[in-house]
């Protein structure tokens, strides 16, 4: 990690901001991202997470505020940006007809990569040596998403963006995509990962979360759980449930209420006890079966920083 | 007393050439249930429930044949009278983009066979409950990605099924509307128990995070149904406990957790390492860490024991099977 501490950040912005008209999408947006980290960006429709990346990408000038992605100003060399990142999408683009080496080879093109041995490496990396000569339309889900991820790193990026990649996957094909997200980070690649998934959100180092374009905050997954939310998380048996939930959403004491499948979930501000939030079920004739304060979850944080309420 | 069944089927089956979409699925769910049919892309989810709602005509196997009964009623005998207790939403469900939010639940209520007089009440009631009714002379085509998943949904339950099927409602979705979504399906199972009314509801999802929020889970691959159980019940299969290490540098607890005995997996994410320990052994490998990882340069900032997640729990199970 020191050796890499030494090099510039792979993402820098300052104040970025855009303004649509009247609509201001994002709103003096301040981050640095060092090489080697692995970012989640998190937000609703509409927060401002596609605008933000539009920008860095140098797709969409801003209209305030600068930005560097690897020590290129996104807008005066958006082109030397692009041809040092690489993207992956949810729904990637392969070619269903080519084989896995074919699809490679195409995208090695398309950047001016030369080297044959380059693409080996590639299939080597990604765990596809053996299904080179396949077609990917015939590939499962789990080897279409990591030759996709060959496709976005053919050219050897330094930073790759990631849009929901591993969603539709089976758990053991998603781990082995992150271990391999992992290698390359830690071979000095940064990867920005948007999502709206909490499962994918744990994955990464740091995460970001967008509401109606500002950066309401950025750090550890751990970090968060145990910061970022204003107040206490409570997981609430009671029977029968809907009053329940009714008798919590009417407390003053509660901020957000919510059912959980055979349970209920609380955040409350952090000076409520146990006593005073059964006293309030009991008031309203579902006493609590079992009451207890638990650690909030990465989705109880987003939920609290990105809800309008 | 016997649970009451709206889906009690057995030997699901269905081969499209020599791909085995599904193959010889036991499936019940009982009143009250959600039922999640979990799994990744391809495991056959999609294919079961259509099977389930009579889009698909079962391949017949040899000595068992297929039999689906959703509350009780033959689907492949009477399949008209068994598709009225089913509502259905499919992955991608189109609504008329031209037509209003009312008008659009006017459609659907006629096409269900909805008297003329019963139809207002009943699309005002869905409407409400699923908090479109301010929204009633809006185009759909100019409603969100949500209110218009919200309006599918709508569209599904107008003539009151006892039996809700959903494929994968919330892909796409953004956490927010995701969880607005559930809070709807999870009342709608909840009322229908209050109301003597039996209800049920099967969601198919691949992502795990929704499987706590279901009463029982299958987990589907390649066309089998590999594992099934509540979530609470799940969490007591894994005989083992996990332990979370934070701290830094990642990579290189990881290289060294991973040689730790007792230590049967370590899982890697993003700013933390789930280790999954052989039952008991929990106590010893953390005394043990908390020497090892310091001597070889690793800063530990939290070393504990948390309950298993569901995610860590179909892994060990899967890596059995």
């Given amino acids: 990690m020191t050796d890499q501490a030494a090099h510039s950040p792979a993402i820098t912005t300052k104040d970025l901001s855009r303004r649509f008209g009247e609509f201001l999408a994002v709103d003096r947006v301040t981050f640095t991202v060092q090489p080697g980290e692995v970012v989640g960006y998190l937000g609703p429709n509409g927060s401002g997470k596609t605008t933000t990346i539009r920008m860095l990408l140098g797709l969409l000038r801003p209209s305030a505020g600068t930005g560097q992605v690897l020590d290129y100003d996104i807008v005066q060399q958006s082109e030397q940006i692009r041809a040092k990142v690489g993207y992956m999408s949810q729904k990637f683009a392969l070619y269903q007809e080519l084989t896995a080496r074919e699809n490679l080879a195409f995208y090695a093109g398309v950047y001016g990569v030369r080297q044959r041995q380059r693409i080996d490496e590639v299939l080597e990396l990604v765990g596809l040596k053996d299904q080179e000569r396949q077609r990917a339309g015939e590939l499962p889900v789990g080897w279409r998403q990591r030759l996709a991820l060959g496709t976005a790193i053919v050219h050897q990026p330094r930073l790759l963006f990631l849009d929901e990649p591993t969603s539709g996957v089976d758990p053991l094909a998603r781990r082995a995509f992150w271990d391999l997200i992992y290698t390359l980070v830690e071979g000095g690649v940064t990867a920005f990962v948007t999502t709206h998934y909490m499962d994918e959100a744990e994955y990464c180092g740091r995460v970001g979360i967008m509401r109606d374009g500002r950066l309401l905050a950025f750090n550890t997954p751990s970090w968060l759980k145990q910061n970022a939310l204003p107040g206490l998380a409570w997981d609430v048996y009671a029977e029968p449930l809907l009053p329940a939930l009714n008798a919590l959403e009417a407390c003053t004491c509660v901020l957000r209420a919510g059912l959980v499948s055979d349970h209920l979930r609380a955040i409350t501000p952090p000076d409520v006890d146990a006593t005073e939030l059964q006293a309030r079920l009991v008031e309203a004739g579902t006493p609590a079966v079992h009451l207890e304060q638990v650690e909030p979850t990465l989705e109880d944080v987003f939920l609290a920083l990105a809800s309008h309420n | ?321």
């Fill in chain 2, 1 to 321: 007393m016997m649970p009451e069944y709206l889906i009690d089927a057995s030997n699901l089956r269905k081969h499209f050439g020599g791909l085995h979409a599904v193959d010889g699925v036991d499936l019940r769910v009982a009143s009250g249930e959600i039922y999640g049919l979990m799994g990744p892309d391809g495991a056959g989810k999609t294919t079961t429930i259509r099977l389930l709602c009579g889009a698909l005509q079962p391949t017949a196997g040899k000595e068992q044949p297929t039999q689906i009964l959703i509350g009780g009623v033959d689907m492949l005998r009477q399949t008209e009278l068994a598709r009225q207790q089913i509502g259905y939403l499919p992955q991608r469900f189109s609504l008329y983009e031209d037509l209003t939010v009312l008008e659009n639940i006017h459609f659907f209520a006629q096409a269900r066979g909805l008297q003329d007089r019963d139809w207002r009440p009943r699309c005002m009631e869905i409407l409400q409950f699923v908090g479109l009714a301010e929204f009633l002379d809006r185009r759909t085509g100019h409603l969100s990605g949500g209110m218009k998943q919200k309006l599918g949904l709508a569209a599904a339950l107008v003539h009151r099924p006892r039996l809700l099927l959903l494929d994968e409602p919330t892909t796409g979705v953004d956490p927010v509307t995701r969880q607005d979504f559930w809070q709807l399906i999870i009342r709608l199972a909840a009322e229908g128990n209050q109301n003597g009314r039996s209800t049920a509801v099967l969601i198919s999802t691949p992502y795990m995070d929704e499987a706590a929020r279901c009463t029982r889970v299958g987990f589907m691959r390649q066309g089998h149904l590999v594992v099934e159980d509540t979530p609470a019940r799940l969490r007591t299969r894994l005989q083992a406990q996990v332990v979370e290490v934070v701290g830094r540098p990642l990579p290189l607890m990881r290289r060294l957790t991973s040689k730790e005995p007792g230590v049967e997996d370590v899982q890697m994410f993003g700013d933390r390492l789930h280790l999954r320990v052989q039952e008991g052994q929990a106590e010893a490998v953390m005394e043990h860490l908390n020497q090892v990882l310091p001597e070889q340069g690793c800063q530990i900032s939290r070393l504990r024991t948390i309950p298993a997640q569901l995610e860590d729990i179909f892994i060990s199970l899967l890596e059995i099977k």
